[in-house]
């Protein structure tokens, strides 16, 4: 079945820098979403992307739609502390069904003040 | 616009007890997902429901089930509780036929 692979898992990152993390599938995906969650709370979506090469931004954070339909990326610029969390890719599940959101194991950020 | 609003927060439920958690969508959303997040498993899918109708289910025993009301509320319910079930329940909005999902803050189940 689909199966999205993020990585890396974690990063310990300072203040400032700039956050890259990636997503990628054996499977082609027509959209691809980036959720961000933070302790206790539900995941907030971030960035959709619904066409191959789209690049979108939203405020610091960009996200690319790969070429080949089977991965993405997420590039977060000069990161802040409130940036701490984790970050979901997530995708369509075509094999299965409506309704039905494949989602990576996440990227667990933190930011170093 | 309200968000997805979950109902109750926090759960405590002893095993074999049966519990039923509700998710509010957003206004104008008449699908609602249900998952189940753990730290070993990640999110899993449970069900969906539209227009009163479940219309896909994920791999999870029948003791996992739901429904969906008119207004699109939807409530899920675990029955004989076991251990395992402790989780974070995540429910999701979305619009007709397309496939951005917006998630609650979750019900936090624990099992003792």
């Known amino acids: 079945g689909q199966q999205l692979n993020q990585s890396p898992q974690s990063m310990f990152i300072q203040e400032g820098e700039d956050v890259s993390m990636n997503c990628t599938s054996s499977?082609?995906?027509?959209?691809w979403l980036w959720y961000k969650q933070e302790p206790g709370e539900g995941p907030v979506l971030l960035i959709a992307?619904?066409?191959?090469?789209e690049l979108t931004s939203n405020g610091r954070l960009t996200a690319q739609f790969g070429i080949t339909r089977k991965d993405s990326f997420l590039n977060i610029s000069a990161s802040i502390p409130s940036d701490v969390g984790i970050y979901f890719c997530?995708?369509?599940?075509?094999?299965?069904?409506?309704?039905?959101?494949?989602f990576g194991k996440g990227t667990k950020l933190s930011v170093k003040p | 616009k309200a968000g997805v609003t979950q109902t109750p927060r926090y759960l405590i439920k002893t095993r074999g007890q049966q519990v039923t958690l509700s998710c509010s969508p957003i206004?104008?959303?008449?699908?609602v997902s249900w998952y189940q997040q753990t730290p070993g498993q990640g999110l899993q899918f449970l069900f969906e429901?539209?227009?009163?109708?479940?219309?896909n289910k994920g791999n999870f025993p029948g003791r996992f089930s739901g429904r969906q009301f008119s207004n699109s509320r939807s409530e899920m319910n675990v029955s004989t509780l076991e251990l395992g079930d402790s989780a974070l329940y995540l429910c999701?909005?979305?619009?007709?036929?397309?496939?951005?999902?917006?998630f609650g803050p979750g019900t936090r189940l624990l099992v003792l």
């Open positions: 499977s082609i995906f027509n959209t």
């Open positions: 992307l619904y066409k191959a090469g």
């Open positions: 429901y539209f227009s009163e109708t479940q219309r």
């Open positions: 206004s104008g959303h008449r699908s």
């Open positions: 999701a909005s979305t619009r007709d036929n397309q496939e951005t999902q917006y």
């Open positions: 997530a995708g369509p599940n075509y094999g299965g069904s409506q309704g039905n959101l494949i």
